[in-house]
C-alpha cells in the first residue's frame, strides 16, 4: 500500500470509531466529531488537533472526479505513521483488566490486623479490600496497621476496630467491561474534587456486593498512561 492509501484507510477508521463514541448514526464533518469525542476519549483529547490537521490533509490527497476518488498527494512517513498510531489507539480494546492487579484477595471485618498484615506482606501491598460476606465495608490500609502497632494494640485489635467508613468515598466499583478510559475519569474526577483514590475495584458487573476481581491504585497510572505516550 502507498503512504496514501494507509493513511486514507486509518483517517477510515478514526471516524468510524469517533462516529460510534460520538453516538452519531447522521453524517456530520470529521471535525465536528473530534469535538464530540474530545471529552469522551483521552485518545482525542489528546490528539485532537492532529486529528483536525488530517481532516484538511485527507481532502488535500482525495479529488473526487464525478464519482471517482483520484489520490492527488502522498503523505510523508511521519505523518502515514502517526494517523495509524491514532487509528490502532482508538480502534484496539484497552480491556481494564489488562492493566488491573489480579488476584484481589480480601479480608473479613472480624479478621485480626495480624492477619491482615501478614496477606498484605503476601501479595505485596499496602491496602486490602475488607468485606462481611458478600458485601464490601472498606478498605484497610498499612497506615492504619502500623498507627496501631505503635501504640502496642495489635494483639486483640481486629480489622473493623480500625476500618475508616469515611474512605469509602475514595473506592470506586467498576466493570470489568469497562476500559482504562473510565478508569482515568475517575482519577480524574477524583482530583478534581480535591480526593486520592485508594483503588478501584473491578468486579464482574460493577457491584459491591461482588467480590474483587481486579484492583487498580494510582501505582498502575503510570503503566496505564503509557498507552498514549
Sequence with gaps: MTNAERFLY?????????AELAEQPKYIPFS????????????????????????ELRNAIVH????????IAEPCD?????????AKLLTEPHDILKYASMPVK?????????????LMQE?????????KGQNFVGMITLDEIAK???????????????ISSTKNSRVVFTSKSNNVDVVLRYFDKARDEGITLLAILITESGKPSEKPIGIITTADLPNILNIYA
Design 123 to 131: 501479595m505485596d501491598t499496602s491496602k486490602l479490600p475488607v468485606y
Design 148 to 162: 496501631v502497632a505503635m501504640q502496642g494494640r495489635t494483639d486483640n485489635t481486629v480489622v473493623s476496630d480500625i
Design 78 to 86: 511521519s505523518v502515514t505513521e502517526d494517523i495509524e498510531r491514532i
Design 10 to 18: 486509518a483517517y477510515a477508521q478514526c471516524e468510524k470509531k469517533l
Design 32 to 55: 465536528q466529531l473530534v469535538a464530540r469525542c474530545a471529552n469522551r476519549s483521552r485518545v482525542v483529547a489528546i490528539n485532537q488537533q492532529s486529528l483536525r490537521e488530517y481532516s
Design 106 to 118: 480480601t479480608v473479613h471485618i472480624d479478621a485480626s490486623i495480624r492477619d491482615a498484615f501478614q
Design 64 to 71: 473526487i472526479r464525478g464519482s471517482e476518488k483520484e489520490i
